[in-house]
Nanobody
């Protein structure tokens, strides 16, 4: 069983920055691919970014490319999402997710992930 706990959400003005963290339980965090998804009110959950279990591969949604950066610290069992140049349309609940299957490549869709955090709210005011 893997538990994921997100933190770092909040209210920020457009153009500002936030860093989300996702702390994972488990002794084999370094073997998990990790992803961030978000869900805005009235919309479906959407993929934001993911990092492979090795950390060598990342994939970003076009909407966040160049503004968001994912990273991981395996010593701390934590994955981060640095969000810069935030826009009102980035407002959503952000979820981190873990894929424990050590698949080749970066998981891009929700059903490839085994575990999910509870989410953290990010609100960007205009």
């Amino acid at each position: 069983q893997v538990q994921l706990v997100e933190s770092g959400g909040g209210l920020v003005q457009a153009g500002g920055s936030l860093r989300l963290s996702c702390a994972a339980s488990g002794r084999t965090f370094s073997s998990y691919a990790m992803g961030w998804f978000r869900q805005a009110p009235g919309k479906e959950r959407e993929f934001v970014v993911a990092i492979s279990w090795s950390g060598s591969s990342t994939y970003y949604a076009d909407s966040v490319k160049g503004r968001f950066t994912i990273s991981r610290d395996n010593a701390k069992n934590t994955v981060y999402l640095q969000m810069n140049s935030l826009k009102p349309e980035d407002t959503a609940v952000y979820y981190c997710a873990a894929d424990t299957n050590r698949r080749v490549g970066v998981p891009l869709v929700g059903y490839e992930y085994d575990y999910w955090g509870q989410g953290t709210q990010v609100t960007v005011s205009s």
